[in-house]
């Protein structure tokens, strides 16, 4: 039986994995190369591409998806053979580090799965790189003009992707006293052409009320209270019926999990917050 170097070498090598964590237009693209500059980081995972020191080494990128929902299957390697083709890409490479930018840590550790990554990986939020200030002004351009970034050149962008480009921005950073020159392209993804994607609050409800009914048939939603942050972001307070001495905090805690990532997954909302709190008592 022949031995396998190249599949032993892959398994051993140390690999460091980290994980870039905001909300949809916070900014994490824009910022993605100085935060991989800073930890010697040569390898970037962004919304379904493998990059490279700016070049796309493989993968397809969300950004070309017609409608919001499959874009985000784009950007959680949903699809087999886009996924196969990045863990293939990312063996060859042996690499020894990744940054991997994503909107939860429920979907970084998505995309970890599906790529075959070591489980142990770092996090880094937005919020820890970027100022409150700076991170309205992003989310202020994704949400009015649909803009959004993708971490590397125009002409790299535009052997794949030529309509989507919009403009370049340039981040100008002194390196060993000499000024290093960085691009980044500007792009409107496809999904942005078909209109703004609305979900009202009684959408919302009935799939609270099914992840509940496919969670527990012990627990029934009495009521639910939704805050509209803003366009993509809700926080809601659940009120619950359920049998006090069964549902422990763990229980409700992993329910809480449960809606949060698949409302997050089918929709594309951001969703920062679930209080649930046990409002009558069944058995």
């Not at 042996?94 to 790529?115: A, D, G, P, V, Y």
């Not at 970027?130 to 959004?148: D, M, N, P, W």
Request: with cysteine; hydrophobic share 40%; net charge positive.
């Amino acid at each position: 039986m022949a031995f396998n170097f190249k599949s032993l070498f892959w398994n051993v090598l140390p690999k460091k994995i980290y994980g870039l964590i905001g909300a949809p237009g916070t900014g994490k693209s824009f910022r993605a190369f100085l935060l991989a500059d800073k930890y010697n980081i040569h390898y970037v995972i962004d919304d379904g591409l493998l990059l490279k020191d700016q070049k796309i080494l493989a993968g397809y990128s969300a950004k070309e998806e017609k409608f919001h929902v499959s874009a985000i299957k784009r950007a959680i390697f949903t699809e087999t053979k886009h996924a196969r083709e990045v863990r293939k890409a990312l063996q060859k490479e042996h690499f020894n580090s990744l940054l991997i930018l994503c909107t939860s840590e429920n979907m970084l550790k998505k995309i970890i799965q599906r790529l075959h990554l070591p489980k142990k990986y770092k996090v880094i939020k937005i919020e820890d790189i970027a100022t409150k200030e700076e991170i309205q002004l992003a989310q202020k351009s994704r949400i009015k003009e649909g803009k959004h970034v993708i971490p590397i050149p125009v002409i790299e962008v535009k052997k794949k992707y030529p309509t989507l480009v919009l403009n370049a921005i340039h981040l100008f950073k002194k390196e060993k006293g000499k000024e290093k020159i960085i691009e980044k392209t500007i792009v409107r993804p496809n999904f942005n052409e078909e209109g703004k994607i609305q979900i009202s609050p009684e959408a919302l409800n009935q799939m609270i009320i099914f992840c509940i009914e496919e969670y527990s048939p012990d627990i029934k939603l009495l009521k639910n209270k939704l805050i509209h942050e803003d366009s993509l972001r809700y926080s809601m307070k659940l009120y619950v019926a359920a049998d006090y001495q069964k549902t422990t905090p763990d229980i409700l805690l992993r329910l809480r999990n449960t809606i949060k990532e698949k409302i997050e997954n089918f929709t594309g909302l951001t969703i920062s917050k679930i209080d649930i709190e046990i409002k009558k008592t069944i058995s």
